[in-house]
Nanobody, 120 residues
């Protein structure tokens, strides 16, 4: 069973930084395609924040471009979201997802989410 475990987050002041990490664990070797970070503010829908391909190509939502950096370590099955110049509107539960080859298809697995609160 594939599991994604996130770490990081918590309470951060406006203008501060935080780093989120996400590691996939599985009983067997896994193949990971895209890694993504979504966020969901209270009462809002999920928003795609950043995506990184296997080859390292990155895309960002316009709201975080220039402030957030997504990266990955393919040897460790780990993805990271470096968040800088944080704003109160960045407050949300952040979810990491990974497209993993499993049972003959690509499936997008989700972590349980980690709360980031940016105080004004």
């Amino acid at each position: 069973q594939v599991q994604l475990v996130e770490s990081g987050g918590g309470l951060v002041q406006t203008g501060g930084s935080a780093t989120l990490s996400c590691t996939a664990s599985a009983p067997n070797r896994i193949v990971i395609n895209n890694m993504r970070w979504y966020r969901q503010a209270q009462g809002e829908r999920y928003d795609l924040v950043a995506n990184i391909t296997t080859g390292g190509t990155t895309t960002y939502s316009s709201s975080v471009k220039g402030r957030f950096i997504i990266s990955r370590d393919n040897t460790m099955n780990t993805g990271t979201l470096q968040m800088n110049s944080l704003k109160p509107e960045d407050t949300a539960v952040y979810y990491c997802t990974m497209e993993i080859w499993s049972r003959g298809v690509w499936e997008e697995y989700w972590g349980k989410g980690t709360l980031v609160t940016v105080s004004s």
